[in-house]
Every structure is written in C-alpha cells, then in structure tokens.
C-alpha cells in the first residue's frame, strides 16, 4: 500500500514539483495550502489545479490571518514588493511563515496517520528566507518527534526536502520529466487575479533565469505592460 504523506503546496513551482516527486515515489498525497492573506491570492487557484493534476487524494487550503501581524510585502499592501536585486533577507519574507505551515503540516500528518511531510525549500536558487535552510529543517523535524503521538510512541516523522540542493533549472528538469505543466504554476509575488505574473519581482527573476538555465521554454504568463 502506498504511504501517506503531507505535501506543502502553495502553488508555485517548487511545490508543485514536490507534490509530482512524491506522487511518483508512490505517496498517497495530502495537498495542504494556506490562504493567510497574502497578497497573491491567484496561486491558491493554481495549487487547487495542480492537486487535481497531479492526482492528490485531498486538497485542503486552511485560513490564516497573517496579514493581522503584517510585516511582510506579502502581507502588507503598505509595503511595496520590490524588484529583483536586493540583498539581505528581503521584505517578502512573512515571519514565522514555514513554521506556522509546518506546524499545521505536522497536525494533519498525525490525524491521518502519516509520517511523511513534504515541503519545497530550497537553499540554492532562493530569496534568502531563514526558514527555507537545512538548519531549519533538521530543527523542525526533532521538535515533531517531541511534540507529537506519533514521535512519542517511537513512529518517527519525517520531514522532506527534495529541492534542498537543487538549482531552479535542476528542479524544472525534474518536474519536466515527471510530466509536471509548469503553465499550470502561479510563482509571481504580486499576480494579478487572472495569475499573469508582474516579471519584475524576485520570484519571477529566479523563476525565468532558472528555464532559461535549464533550456525549456517558459510558460509564465507576464502581464502586459
């Protein structure tokens, strides 16, 4: 029988292609997403599409309110989502993000009794987030084996990473392969309802320079100017 397993997915690229590298590992996938007032509300619309593409056996999108605590351009309408080049942890970063999805990852992982959870960060081709480094991860996974029934009673769960080490043309080579339709993937930070990417932000620079990179056409859509 296949396992279950959790599988981050925001809409994006990266997720969609874990979701895919999962599926073909034989996981029965749970397809998690979070509508917590981020700005880019069309990549919710892409996650729901890549879940039934790519044959999750659930898609669930939970509501949260981090736009309650702002301090993030993607959170805040206040602040400006800057173009592609800044250095230092950016203002896209949302606080505590990863931590609080995982969290709740972890919750639904111990209701359906899976000990596998998926998520795609990346510490390669990425905008500098804490929360997307090895060191989070391997902190994260002992915290759930303290913190949870399944961990206790010695089942173990499992965090995965399968974009760790990846560049972003690497990741599109593998999501190619498995038959991933990127056209079907909502990366910009700031797209508009119809998920027509800006071309400007740092998302949509990493997301163009990592097709270019790996020779296969891109199928952003960008919106006119």
Partial sequence: MSKKAVVLLSGGLDSATVLAQARAAD?????????????????LVAAKRVAEFLGAAEFKIINLNLSSIGGSALTDMNIAVPDAGASGIPVTYVPARNTVFLSIAL???EVLQA????????A????????CRPAFIEAFETLANVATKAGVEGRGMHIHTPLMKLSKADIINVGTKLGLDYAQTV??????????ACGRCDSCYLRRQGFE???????TRYRKV
């Fill in 27 to 43: 996981y029965e996938c749970y397809a998690l997403a979070f509508d917590y007032g981020q700005r880019h509300r069309a990549e």
């Fill in 107 to 109: 919750g639904w992982a």
């Fill in 115 to 122: 000990d596998d959870i998926f998520i795609g960060v990346n």
């Fill in 124 to 131: 390669v081709d990425y905008s500098g987030y804490p929360d």
């Fill in 187 to 196: 990366s910009c930070y700031q797209a508009n309802d119809d998920g027509e």
């Fill in 213 to 219: 990179q790996a020779g296969v056409a891109d199928p």
